[in-house]
């Protein structure tokens, strides 16, 4: 509820009625027995695009008039970028080449050269072009949208299970099994420390990050130099026709593997995401510039250095494809890139866990979840945030994944599905935007589904061939929470329609409650409620069972408008909380007030 200061006189019917809300009116309400005056004050704002009619309150944070950063303080934020957006992505050179070539056999340099060709265009196609320059544009002032809570699951045993499995070759006796619990043990680890926030950690993410992407960038260059640096000759998207012709089927099923390089970056809201959808939804902490210089500049270069480099000591040494990453790492660098390489890990997968709060809070706020106890970790950042019963789900399922599938490939079956239905998702919105909001030519923004769509179902028709090899998961996972969201949606709409049905007028209550004889004692008596306006019909219950009631009884309505709020050049999207207040001040008067 806010301060006095920030409270204002209205009788709510700027929800329900037609009649303009930003008008100036005085209303005579003549009652039988009960006189009163109604005031409305409304100051008239300038058109806003709402949700909600609350929103013009604080219509000042719509106008995106932000002052221009100094390039020194975009650079900083394109460096925290590396920590927040880019974590994720980041880790996908530990298990893309082993991947594809767990599904093609290298026993030509075509498939070498057609693997990385077909990695290059990948990451130039999708999070360069499509997400770079064009899906970050369409920001709902200043905030991304869209969602994936499964990835909370799969990203975290992905990446750790990635990251451990380097030991498997430097340690003789450390097998499979070994492989298994030592992931088990960080994860829970990784999930204990969730309570305490990220807060005190967070500043580590970027120095971490820009350490780990040096390192695969610097290493890169090194094979590049020393193996076959003629592996250059991928960037001829031609070698991507000759893989295609030389393994035909086998190729096809590959390309569930190349995906890999670009799967970490599709995920939505909150305020910790990484991947590339990430940048489109972490929005509200960087602007555009800064994750468009980090990516250019720092992640796509490193990236295709890294796979240049794998690709290179494959090009001499074949047989190592089942561990490429670290097999291409000098032997005197081997243990500090194992340390920084499992903390990217843990990065990662604590970004995802974080943005799946996010994702459960949000979905909460629209009533499309059951309400669950959240624990805000800090002070001043409203969106880290702790809630334990999606916490210990995901650490639960972790484990279940990790025991089931023990190897990265068949998680990696489980992930392509996920990811690539995220990116139709958002290629079909962003064409919708371009249709319906930026009013683009119909010929340009129908390009943008023809190219960009057609190579995302080329992949889907690739990764949906492996449902039955862990695919399956990421399914099970969205019809459970379809259903859970459907089926609290639909119970949650039923019962405002009942209140809004059987809500008793103030008039009826006023009368009940004189015929009563219900004794008024001191005190104040707070009722929770769904109702904007009215009072809800539980309240003729209590009246009728209780003896007394309290001198003043407050109904209390709280509704959540998405509403990016300006600060210091950039958005930072929050939540406003709505506070509707019906107070029976006087026998004869009711006001309501209205404050955030």
Not at 173 to 196: E, P
Request: proline share 4%.
């Amino acid at each position: 509820m806010g301060s006095v200061g920030e409270s204002r006189w209205v009788d709510g019917s700027e929800v329900d009625s037609e009649s303009p809300p930003w008008s100036l009116l005085d209303e005579n309400d003549s009652r039988q027995g009960f006189g009163s005056m109604r005031r409305r004050l409304v100051k008239k704002p300038n058109k806003v695009n709402s949700f909600d009619v609350e929103a013009m309150e604080i219509a000042g944070a719509h106008h995106h008039h932000s002052k221009d950063l100094s390039v020194w303080k975009t650079l900083a934020m394109a460096f925290q970028t590396l920590g927040v957006v880019y974590g994720d992505l980041g880790t996908s050179p530990l298990y893309v080449f082993t991947d594809v070539f767990s599904k093609v056999p290298i026993k030509s340099e075509v498939d070498i050269l057609g693997a990385l060709s077909l990695v290059i265009y990948t990451i130039s196609l999708i999070p360069l072009a499509k997400y770079v320059f064009v899906v970050l544009k369409a920001n709902d002032n200043g905030e991304g949208t869209s969602m994936v809570i499964g990835d909370g699951i799969l990203t975290p045993a992905m990446s750790v299970m990635s990251a451990v499995s380097g030991l498997q070759g430097e340690i003789s006796w450390f097998g499979t099994n070994a492989v298994v619990v030592v992931s088990i043990i960080i994860l829970v680890g990784l999930f204990s420390i969730q309570q305490f926030g990220t807060g005190k950690v967070g500043f580590l993410f970027a120095p971490v990050l820009g350490l780990w992407f040096f390192s695969l960038g610097s290493i890169g260059i090194y094979n590049l130099v020393k193996h076959d640096i003629s592996v250059i000759r991928a960037l001829n998207p031609a070698y991507i026709y000759f893989f295609f012709k030389k393994n035909s089927g086998a190729a096809w099923s590959a390309l569930g593997g190349c995906v890999l390089c670009i799967t970490d970056m599709l995920l939505g809201p909150g305020d910790i995401f990484p991947g590339a959808e990430a940048m489109f939804a972490d929005l509200g902490h960087f602007c555009v510039e800064s994750i468009q210089i980090a990516f250019t500049c720092v992640v796509f270069p490193c990236l295709l250095l890294a796979y240049m480099g794998q690709a290179s000591y494959l090009m001499k040494y074949p047989d190592s494809a089942s561990r490429i990453f670290y097999d291409s790492i000098p032997e005197s660098l081997f243990w500090p890139v194992f340390v920084i390489a499992t903390l990217a890990a843990m990065i990662a997968s604590q970004a995802m866990i974080s943005a799946t709060f996010s994702c459960v809070k949000q979905a909460m706020s629209l009533g499309c979840f059951p309400r669950l106890k959240i624990v805000h970790t800090s002070r001043k950042l409203m969106g880290q945030i702790y809630i334990p019963v999606i916490n210990y789900f995901l650490m639960i399922m972790c484990i279940v994944v990790v025991s089931i599938f023990r190897r990265t490939t068949d998680i990696a079956n489980a992930y392509g599905i996920a990811e690539v239905g995220v990116m139709i998702v958002s290629t079909t919105l962003v064409t919708l935007v371009m249709l319906l909001i930026w009013k683009t030519n119909l010929f340009l923004a129908l390009c943008f589904p023809l190219v960009f769509g057609s190579v995302e179902l080329v992949y889907l028709s690739a990764v949906l061939s492996k449902i039955k090899e862990g695919g399956w998961l990421p399914l099970v996972f969205a019809t459970f929470f379809l259903c859970v969201m459907y089926t609290w949606n639909y119970g949650s709409v039923l019962k405002y329609q009942s209140e809004v049905r059987e809500k008793i007028s103030m008039d009826f209550m006023l009368e009940l409650g004189s015929t009563l004889g219900t004794v008024r004692v001191p005190g104040i008596g707070l009722l929770y409620n769904e109702l904007v306006q009215g009072i809800p019909s539980i309240f003729g219950q209590f009246l009728l069972s209780l003896p007394a009631i309290h001198s003043t009884i407050v109904f209390v309505c709280i509704k959540y408008v998405p509403v990016p709020l300006k600060r210091k050049g950039f958005f930072s999207v929050e939540f406003v909380r709505r506070t509707t207040i019906y107070s029976n001040v006087l026998p004869d008067t009711v006001t309501k007030m209205s404050g955030r």
